[in-house]
């Protein structure tokens, strides 16, 4: 037992720590984003009805699993990613092919509007990915999302994510995000080419295998 | 006819500050972000449009501040397998490779025309007729719902000048493979009509909706359209239209278009299978009247595309099969072929990029047909003074076959290779070769005056880019 406990205080430390990194500077975002007025409340649902639903969907819940559903999550959130798009400090390679494009021209207000619709909408359960034994990579997932990986020091997705996976004011919502999507971004992060300082340390010594078991656990969510 | 392949265009990278990628695994061929783009009207701005409102509000105008313009152009190296006969010397040969330089220009225009109204027109220069010409062109009205169920509905109409120019897919005629081939090449005998065989000669309204971006549907109608310089148009008037007995093969009323596909989209892979078709009734004119009898082509296609789209690797795998059944009333009337005919249309080919960098493509082209000593002559060609296709008994005629068969069938099995390399992604150099197993009906002698199937091969090199 002595052999499990202490890697797993030293994840929690981890968490703890990754969460006041995180805190400190979603409350630079936060406080960075304008009011949502009722004009601009109906400028973006025309925006998300003309450009944003090609690939999320009208409201949010996309149906090609290339793209992330948007429907249910944190507006802080979203606000944060078109701001790292426009600034073009994310960087990951869907990012560069698609979101700096589109998130070039938009103004903060826009921004914080549109992160406003998105968040208020209702997301739907994600159809679960075909050919893959679902329910076994479901049933591990859980265990890497709620208990960590561990022997490889892999820290529990849950500590920072909510045992729901619904996100926080700190945290993103994972909850029924698409599994292809969010293995994209495991990857991404593990590899460097998304920049995020404390998902980048976390997704280091993730191990493929488990990056897809903890996506189908989270698609599975709803 | 032959049709031109639609591009990709840098004017869609400029007007919505996305890459090309975003749309294309390798141009013209489109991802599934392309498909919603164009079906959704060419909507997707940079968010710079110039927009005027009435005193009440009203929107009056919003169009992109930058005209969405593009130039593309083509110019390509082909050597055949063997030199042609010489149409003017008996027993001479004629050079064995030629360079179109340019081969074609394109100027585009794509992109928001106004709010759900968008276009994607292109005019072409053409150097083998030397002509301009009006390419395939689509301007639709578009727009989305959400349904009561929260599924989502994008419907709209398209008006086009070649069937199935509105379709997001690259397995239907208009933006399907080949998507460059060589013009300086012997063209075999037929093609179903569906096959770009009236392209640019009709226009109509195509009325289309995508369900969850899933399920596709489109129905629409073409008519006769004027064609520019393919056409005396209308003698007594000087008029382009309407046509009388002095143009060839004109569309009779209304020829109805449909198509039905499904995608199913999972992790990097998307999968598609449909099916589409036509019907056209067609008088075939050139001296005798736009009236009574018409050759009736009934068109049933199958299709699909599997793609896988990666950071590293992109691969496509696409295919199509059309079965025409030829109704040709009027044709056979005049003794001009068979009371009935069909033609089968098999195409296959795959594509693999690495870093959207290096290509290879491989295809298989099938089409078969029945025999018809009418409407595909057995006897050689016949040229005389540099002048071909003059009739039997012309003063100075001899034989130089190559584009009739002499099995009256018209036969033609091909492979297409190809390795592409895409320096930038709007600068590609495509090496393509293409191996005739079969032509016109036959492998070897398949003309009777000595040339086979394989002399027709081509060795073609391209550059290509748009700016």
């Given at each position: 037992m002595k052999t499990t406990t202490r890697p797993l205080k030293i994840l929690a430390t981890l968490a703890s720590a990754a969460m006041a990194l995180v805190a400190a500077s979603t409350a630079i975002a936060q406080e960075a984003a304008p009011a949502v007025t009722p004009a601009a409340a109906e400028e973006a649902e025309n925006l998300a009805y003309v450009k944003c639903q090609l690939c999320h969907g009208p409201q949010g819940n996309s149906i090609s699993p290339i793209y992330p559903a948007l429907a249910g999550q944190k507006a802080w959130y979203i606000l944060e990613q078109l701001q790292a798009f426009r600034a073009q400090t994310r960087r990951d390679p869907y990012a560069r092919g698609y979101m700096w494009g589109i998130a070039s021209n938009m103004s903060d207000t826009q921004m914080a509007a549109l992160a406003d619709y998105f968040s208020k909408q209702t997301p739907f359960a994600s159809a679960p990915a075909p050919f893959v034994n679902v329910t076994a990579e479901v049933e591990r997932g859980k265990s890497v999302y709620n208990e960590g990986v561990p022997a490889n020091g892999v820290a529990p997705?849950?500590?920072?994510?909510q045992a729901d996976a619904g996100g926080s004011d700190q945290f993103p919502r994972l909850a029924g995000q698409h599994a292809s999507y969010l293995i994209k971004q495991l990857i991404a992060l593990k590899s460097g080419s998304r920049e995020q300082i404390v998902m980048n340390g976390i997704a280091g010594p993730l191990q493929e295998p488990d990056m897809k078991a903890v996506a189908f656990y989270l698609e599975s969510l709803h | 006819m032959c049709a031109h392949p639609a591009q990709a265009l840098p004017l869609f990278a400029r007007q919505t500050g996305m890459a090309c990628l975003a749309c294309h695994t390798n141009y013209p061929e489109l991802t599934h972000f392309g498909r919603m783009f164009k079906l959704q009207g060419y909507q997707l701005d940079d968010g710079k449009d110039i927009e005027v409102t009435s005193d009440e509000g009203k929107q009056l105008v919003s169009l992109?501040?930058?005209?969405n313009l593009a130039l593309f152009i083509m110019s390509g190296y082909v050597s055949l397998g063997k030199a042609l006969p010489d149409s003017g010397i008996p027993g001479a040969l004629s050079n064995k490779d030629g360079i179109q330089f340019p081969q074609q220009v394109s100027l585009l225009y794509g992109g928001k025309i106004a709010p759900h109204f968008g276009a994607f027109a292109q005019v072409t220069y053409d150097s083998g007729p030397d002509t301009f010409n009006i390419d395939n062109t689509d301007f639709r009205f578009a727009d989305t719902r959400i349904l009561p169920n929260k599924t989502k509905l994008t419907y709209g109409v398209a008006i086009t000048n070649n069937p199935s120019t509105e379709d997001p897919y690259n397995t239907t005629p208009a933006f399907g493979f080949p998507y460059v081939p060589p013009e300086i090449a012997v063209g075999s005998l037929a093609g179903p009509v569906i096959n770009a065989g009236l392209a640019y000669q009709v226009a109509g309204p195509v009325f289309y909706a995508l369900w969850n971006e899933q399920l596709y549907a489109a129905f629409g109608f073409f008519r006769a359209a004027e064609t520019g310089s393919t056409s005396p148009g209308n003698p007594i008037t000087g008029s382009p239209a309407p046509y009388d007995s002095g143009t060839s093969n004109v569309p009779a009323g209304n020829n109805p278009y449909w198509r039905l596909s499904y995608e199913y989209d999972f992790d990097r892979y998307n999968l598609e299978v449909g099916t589409y078709g036509s019907r056209f009734k067609i008088y075939p004119g050139g001296g005798n009247a736009l009236s009574g009898l018409t050759n009736n082509y009934t068109d049933v296609a199958g299709d699909f595309q599997f793609q896988f789209i990666g950071e590293q690797h992109i691969a496509t795998w696409k295919g199509t099969y059309v079965k025409e059944q030829q109704s040709l009333d009027a044709s056979s009337a005049l003794g001009l072929s068979n009371p009935t005919d069909w033609l089968s249309y098999t195409s296959t080919d795959f594509w693999y990029w690495y870093k959207r960098k290096y290509g290879f493509t491989l295809g298989y082209i099938s089409t078969k047909g029945s025999t018809d000593p009418i409407a595909y002559p057995s006897a050689p060609t016949l040229c005389a003074a540099n002048s071909c296709g003059v009739a039997p008994g012309t003063p100075g005629a001899f034989p130089v076959g190559v584009t009739n068969s002499a099995n009256s069938n018209p036969t033609t099995n091909q492979w297409i290779t190809e390795l592409n390399y895409q320096?930038?992604?709007n600068v590609r150099f495509t090496l393509q070769y293409t191996h005739y197993t079969k032509f016109n009906g036959g492998t070897t002698n398949y003309d009777g005056n000595g040339r086979n199937a394989s002399d027709n091969d081509t060795t073609y090199l391209l550059l290509w880019f748009a700016l």
């Open positions: 997705c849950s500590a920072c994510h | 992109p501040a930058i005209p320096a930038w992604l």
